[in-house]
């Protein structure tokens, strides 16, 4: 068995730069850390005025479907809260049209045409 320095007293070498840009380039699309679960239950029992519906609806579609919830049961349970939590709520196609859009670019970055 070879002896070496204690892991507090060795030294880390320095990450490749191919790793380095690699973890860059993967996180320049992201606006922000991710959400804690205190963040999202805030956001699901607040009342949200106009101005915020449709980037709040957007954000609840995403996080839902990128947890592999279903479209439909996303679409249905986000219908239920735009019409008891927004004020006004949205019309129904506004709704649909968001989710939609959501679930084609989850779609996308599951299969890897994503620009993220």
Not at 20 to 28: E, H, T
Not at 36 to 51: D, F, I, N, Y
Request: hydrophobic share 40%.
């Amino acid at each position: 068995m070879r002896r070496g320095l204690a892991l507090d007293k060795a030294e880390l070498a320095q990450a490749p730069e191919w790793l380095i840009a690699g973890l860059k380039s993967r996180n320049a699309g992201k606006k922000s850390a991710p959400k804690l679960p205190e963040e999202w239950r805030g956001m699901v029992g607040s009342t949200v005025a106009e101005g915020k519906r449709d980037r709040t609806i957007a954000s609840l579609a995403g996080h839902l479907l990128s947890n592999r919830i279903d479209p439909w049961v996303t679409l249905d349970l986000l219908q239920a809260w735009n019409r008891t939590r927004c004020d006004p709520p949205l019309a129904d196609a506004e709704v649909v049209a968001t989710v939609r859009s959501i679930a084609r670019r989850e779609v996308e970055r599951r299969e890897g045409r994503g620009a993220g």
